[in-house]
T-cell receptor, first 110, second 116 residues
Framework: QKEVEQNSGPLSVPEGAIASLNCTYS??????FFWYRQYSGKSPELIMF????GDKEDGRFTAQLNKASQYVSLLIRDSQPSDSATYLC??????????FGKGTMLLVSP | DVKVTQSSRYLVKRTGEKVFLECVQD?????MFWYRQDPGLGLRLIYF???????EKGDIPEGYSVSREKKERFSLILESASTNQTSMYLC???????????????FGPGTRLTVL
C-alpha cells in the first residue's frame, strides 16, 4: 500500500519567515504530487501540484520534487498568520485516486 | 469555478439506521470520491467512481456502499450506522486526466456525521 509521510507538527514560524513543509512517499513509481491546505473545520483546497523534478513556484509558494529521494516539499515565503492551517501532501495513484499524508499543522505567529 | 456540494453539513443518526450522504458536482467530472477524515488518521478513501454506475473500493470500504446513477451525483450509504462511523465525510471530484491539472480533486464542504 502506498504510504505518504508527513511530520504532524505543529511547525511554528514567525510572521515573515519561510515555512518549510516536507513529505516522503513510498511508491517509487509515483508521478504526480499535490499540496492541499485545510483550515480548521473546512475542507481541503488545492495549493499546487508538481510532476517534474525540481522547483515549481506560484506566488509565495514553491513546491520542490526529488523523485530519486522520494521527497516533496512546500516552501511558503513571507509567512502570514492567515497561512496557519494544516497542509496535506498527496500522491496520485491509479484511477486518479490520491493517497494523503496525515498533514502538518503550521502556526504562524504575528 | 468548480462546485461540489454535499447534502448536509451536520447529521446526527442512531445506531442501526440507514444513512445516505449525497454529493453533487457541477463540472461534468468523470471521477468522484468519498473520504472520511478522523483526527490522527488523516483522509482515508472509502470508495470512488470513475464513471456512471462504476465503483471501486478504496482503503476502508467495510460498512459502506455507494451509488452513482448519474454522472453528477455520488451517494455514500451506511447500511447500518455504527458509532465507529462517527466522522467527517468529504466528497471530491476530478476530471479523468492522466496528467496536468486533471488530477486535481475538488472537495465539497464535508458532512460531520455523529452516530449515537
Amino acid at each position: 500500500q502506498k504510504e505518504v509521510e508527513q511530520n504532524s507538527g505543529p511547525l511554528s514560524v514567525p510572521e515573515g519567515a519561510i515555512a518549510s513543509l516536507n513529505c516522503t512517499y513510498s511508491d517509487r513509481g509515483s508521478q504526480s504530487f499535490f499540496w492541499y491546505r485545510q483550515y480548521s473545520g473546512k475542507s481541503p483546497e488545492l495549493i499546487m501540484f508538481i510532476y517534474s523534478n525540481g522547483d515549481k513556484e506560484d506566488g509565495r509558494f514553491t513546491a520542490q520534487l526529488n523523485k530519486a529521494s522520494q521527497y516533496v516539499s512546500l516552501l511558503i515565503r513571507d509567512s502570514q498568520p492567515s497561512d496557519s492551517a494544516t497542509y496535506l501532501c498527496a500522491v496520485r495513484g491509479g484511477y486518479s485516486t490520491l493517497t494523503f499524508g496525515k498533514g502538518t499543522m503550521l502556526l504562524v505567529s504575528p | 469555478d468548480v462546485k461540489v456540494t454535499q447534502s448536509s453539513r451536520y447529521l446526527v443518526k442512531r445506531t442501526g439506521e440507514k444513512v445516505f450522504l449525497e454529493c453533487v458536482q457541477d463540472m461534468d467530472h468523470e471521477n468522484m470520491f468519498w473520504y472520511r477524515q478522523d483526527p490522527g488518521l488523516g483522509l482515508r478513501l472509502i470508495y470512488f467512481s470513475y464513471d456512471v454506475k462504476m465503483k471501486e473500493k478504496g482503503d476502508i470500504p467495510e460498512g459502506y456502499s455507494v451509488s452513482r446513477e448519474k454522472k453528477e451525483r455520488f451517494s455514500l450509504i451506511l447500511e447500518s450506522a455504527s458509532t465507529n462511523q462517527t466522522s467527517m465525510y468529504l466528497c471530491a471530484s476530478s476530471w479523468d486526466g492522466a496528467s496536468g491539472s486533471g488530477d486535481t480533486q475538488y472537495f465539497g464542504p464535508g458532512t460531520r456525521l455523529t452516530v449515537l
